[in-house]
């Protein structure tokens, strides 16, 4: 060990043995030690005669010099035992070695030498390290990003970083070995070492010096070599200092000198074998194309490892394929071949896609147009693009059938994906097709269609998708009054990411339209705040165009922001015009109609009343769906304040509604009270009790509404009054602030009121008293509690109430 600047002589604590691989500071480390001896010094060098050895042996014990061997493993088997013979005889020796021992004279001197002191393993250099040799070249206080420039392009490795810190004066190394501006000095150490090696080592060299990460079988397979080969050549680059120890690639600079002496025609060749050995080995497309492309490799075989990586990822990540199918055309793959994978990838962006000059199979360009149509809201023209197709274009038939009133021929495009043989039809979209088939019982699609949504999201189908099983469950759930299922359908959506992009946006509109007619303004509007990503609403389909200004009508005719109505109205007279309508969109036609009326502007929305009167008669005039479009009409009928029609439509909507379910009555009542309002016959309490159950079936405010024109109808003052208590309850906007902003189970101020006292175990009396509300108020108050808390039963309602921010102080 060296003590203040002196060692005396090698001993028990000073470095005797000295191992590293080529580059790595043995011979600098030899003389550092040389210079803290107090004694002289005697050098070998191997290899060397006997009677040259034997010369310097004899001088050195005459002279008491210490003997230092460099590169000790260049010797004889004759020169390593007379060293041996000489360190068993006293002498004081230093050598410097590679790691490996390969003879057995070599491991008895190392053992002889290493026995009178201490191993010095050198090995990567750290910053500090490459600082000192930086600045031993010659540069003047490097800077910290020189230092670990370097420190990265060398490896580590001393030799290396001393020949790259003359690259410094030129600007950054790393640019610098990019540019092939390798110094000159280690081009020629490399060109040095690699001309010792053996054809097949050399092979498997340039192979490494491209720097893919790739397993031995693939370079192996790109250099024409065996893996024992490859395994072999590693051990011999790394001895030699072109490999660090620990590390398995080639260092960085050692690599950029190699290709920079390698033709650009032979630089192509090695890229294009490792491609096809990728491509032949079955390794991942993916793992394959990163690779290449991380080369900047340009090729045919390139070409088509990266058209494969997009079709892997078309449907899990279109953003990242359409970027790999353009990787695959500026590596020379034709358009056409990757044309009808680039469309179905930027249909689920939601990106304008031109069908013009795509082909390909038959079965999924029909299904890309059948998508593309949809999302203009055209499920007539989906319809037909997929009249004929089997396996999933016949399961996305049977919902485009749905959605344009042909319940027969959906159930028939549903039996066609039946009979597709095992793993024709995904589960996702075989139970899709069921729900579609039953399209005159919403209340039975809603289980299919979560089955559906959960299957996707187990295994989401390789297909472009229409709709999502999330959406359309959603929509239907709604119809239904089903907020909860609503909102998780399009929470799970949105978390599984199914559909893509253009889905992503489709179900955060969704969920602000669910919570909007149910309610929940405040958490409506969190929905529409720009997310992280304000560019993904850069390109909104028709579809969503239609859903963003129906939310936004709903919104403000809930506000009585007669000016916002107007302005989403205008946003989207033109694409009502178009008649694009749907089934499906009924409660969304519903906001944008019934705003067309309050702004005295039904010239495009009748036309629009009257499809759907049509989609409804060929449907074969279900229930819930007769009710639906009836309550669009008494809705318009109130908002022109037209009391004989109201009667009319109200009388027929309730005669149907007795056949549906449980909101569609409550609408049937409501329908028969707001018509005897409009002839200004108000009963306080049948008011009261039918705008409870249309609170109760998440429409609270069509309730409100109810209740409020009662008041303003009835002679009565008290009944006013009491009328507007009631409707004041029932219209209270949700607030929420922060961090609750926008969450489901987010309570309003006055419903954390009443939660704290249904805590207390007051009776809806008692509560209703305290607060000035009526009990049925109370009643409708705690039912959009529960709903929100998405609480089955009382048990479960109270142990949510205690678990929610400000109910329990």
């Avoid at 290899?47 to 210490?66: I, N, Y």
């Avoid at 690699?194 to 790109?222: E, F």
């Avoid at 189970?745 to 939660?755: D, H, K, N, Q, W």
Wanted: proline fraction near 5%; include cysteine; hydrophobic fraction near 50%.
């Amino acid at each position: 060990m060296q003590a203040h600047g002196q060692m005396t002589t090698p001993g028990a604590d000073a470095t005797t043995v000295v191992v590293g691989v080529d580059g790595a500071g043995r011979s600098r480390r030899l003389r550092d030690l040389a210079a803290a001896l107090d004694r002289p010094v005697r050098w070998v060098t191997l290899p060397s005669s006997d009677a040259d050895l034997d010369l310097v042996l004899t001088d050195a014990r005459a002279a008491g010099a210490v003997v230092i061997v460099d590169d000790a493993h260049h010797g004889q088997p004759s020169s390593w035992r007379a060293l041996a013979a000489a360190a068993r005889a006293g002498q004081a020796m230093l050598i410097a070695r590679r790691p490996v021992v390969r003879a057995v004279e070599l491991a008895d001197l190392d053992q002889v030498v290493a026995a009178a002191g201490t191993v010095d393993q050198l090995g990567p250099l750290d910053a500090a390290g490459v600082a000192a040799v930086v600045t031993g070249a010659g540069v003047t206080e490097p800077d910290e990003d020189t230092i670990e420039e370097i420190r990265t392009a060398s490896g580590g490795m001393a030799a290396v970083a001393a020949s790259l810190a003359t690259a410094t004066s030129r600007g950054s190394v790393a640019t610098a070995t990019s540019r092939g501006l390798v110094p000159a000095a280690l081009r020629a150490r490399v060109q040095r070492r690699l001309a010792g090696l053996p054809a097949d080592s050399a092979a498997v060299t340039q192979v490494l010096a491209l720097l893919l990460d790739v397993p031995d079988s693939v370079v192996a397979r790109a250099a024409g070599v065996t893996v024992a080969t490859v395994a072999d050549t590693s051990n011999v680059l790394q001895e030699r200092g072109m490999i660090a120890p620990g590390s398995a690639s080639l260092i960085p600079a050692v690599a950029a000198a190699i290709r920079t002496d390698l033709p650009v025609v032979v630089r192509r060749q090695l890229h294009d074998r490792v491609a096809t050995a990728l491509l032949d080995s079955g390794t991942d497309p993916l793992l394959a194309a990163v690779q290449l492309r991380r080369a900047r490799v340009r090729t045919p075989t390139a070409a088509v490892a990266y058209a494969g990586a997009a079709d892997h990822l078309r449907f899990r990540d279109p953003d990242a394929a359409v970027s790999w199918y353009d990787a695959a055309v500026e590596a020379g793959a034709q358009p056409a071949a990757v044309d009808l994978g680039r469309a179905e990838a930027a249909t689920q962006l939601g990106t304008p896609v031109d069908l013009t000059d795509v082909s390909g199979e038959p079965a999924r360009l029909a299904i890309v147009v059948a998508a593309i149509a949809a999302q203009q809201g055209r499920w007539d023209r989906a319809a037909e693009a997929l009249a004929d197709a089997d396996g999933p274009g016949a399961a996305l038939a049977a919902v485009a059938w749905a959605a344009t009133g042909h319940p027969e021929r959906a159930g028939d495009a549903a039996r066609r994906a039946r009979t597709e043989p095992s793993g024709g039809t995904p589960e996702a979209l075989a139970r899709l097709a069921e729900a579609a088939a039953g399209l005159a019982e919403p209340e039975a699609m809603l289980p299919l269609l979560i089955e559906s949504a959960e299957a996707a999201q187990r295994t989401p189908p390789d297909v472009v998708l229409p709709d999502s099983p999330h959406a359309l469950g959603a929509l239907v759930a709604g119809l239904t009054g089903d907020v909860s299922t609503a909102e998780r359908l399009l929470l799970a959506g949105l978390a599984a990411g199914v559909g893509g992009p253009v889905t992503a946006r489709r179900h955060q509109l969704l969920l602000a339209f669910t919570r909007m007619r149910a309610g929940r303004y405040d958490t409506a509007a969190a929905e529409l705040a720009p997310g992280p990503d304000p560019t993904a609403w850069d390109h909104p389909t028709a579809r969503d165009q239609l859903l963003a200004a129906a939310l936004a009508a709903g919104m403000a005719r809930r506000s009585g922001d007669v000016a916002r109505m107007r302005e989403a109205w205008n946003g989207v007279e033109t694409q009502l015009a178009r008649r694009a309508v749907d089934l499906f969109a009924i409660e969304v036609l519903e906001e944008l109609v019934v705003t067309a009326a309050r702004l005295r502007r039904m010239v495009r929305a009748r036309p629009v009343m009257d499809v759907l009167d049509d989609l409804v008669a060929r449907a074969g005039d279900p229930p819930t769906w007769v009710v639906a479009v009836g309550w669009i009409r008494v809705q318009v009928a109130v908002a022109l304040e037209d009391a004989a029609t109201a009667a009319t439509l109200a009388g027929e909507l309730a005669t149907a509604a007795t056949l549906a379910g449980p909101r569609q009555r409550a609408q049937g009542a409501a329908a028969l009270a707001w018509a005897d309002v409009l002839a200004g016959k108000v009963d306080v309490d049948r008011v009261c009790s039918v705008a409870g159950d249309l609170a109760t079936n998440q429409l609270p405010w069509d309730a409100s509404r109810l209740v409020g024109q009662a008041a303003i109808r009835t002679t009565d003052a008290t009944a006013a009054r009491r009328l507007l208590e009631h409707a004041r309850g029932l219209s209270a906007v949700e607030v929420g602030g922060g961090e609750q902003r926008g969450r489901v189970g987010v309570l309003s101020e006055r419903e954390i009121a009443v939660g704290r006292m249904v805590l207390e175990g007051r009776t809806q009396r008692e509560i209703g008293s305290q607060l000035y509300l009526s009990p049925k108020t109370v009643e409708h108050h705690v039912a959009r509690m529960r709903t929100k808390l998405d609480a089955s039963s009382r048990a479960e309602f109270l142990a949510a109430l205690r678990e929610h921010p400000g109910v329990v102080d």
